[in-house]
């Protein structure tokens, strides 16, 4: 078969998963990853740096934002 005569069939995107489904998918990776220590390279240090002030600005603007819905339907009353 030649490139002139070959025929390629449509190809479908696939489907995509219940929010449920991916939910369940991102815990077990988030569960199962393996703990960042302060340990080996400088880079590997760095890393670990990073990884924890981004975990402290995301739980501290998560806390905010359930706070301040929180404030707003006690007011709301």
């Known amino acids: 078969m030649s490139a002139a005569t070959w025929h390629r069939h449509p190809t479908t995107a696939a489907p995509r998963l219940p929010l449920r489904t991916r939910l369940r998918h991102l815990t077990e990776t988030v569960r199962w990853a393996p703990a960042p220590y ?40």
Not at 64 to 70: D, I, N, P
């Open 38 to 77: 302060f340990e080996g390279t400088a880079r590997q240090r760095l890393q670990y740096v990073g990884y924890l002030l981004g975990s402290v600005l995301v739980w501290t603007s998560g806390s905010l934002v359930v706070l301040a819905a929180l404030g707003r339907a006690l007011t709301s009353f």
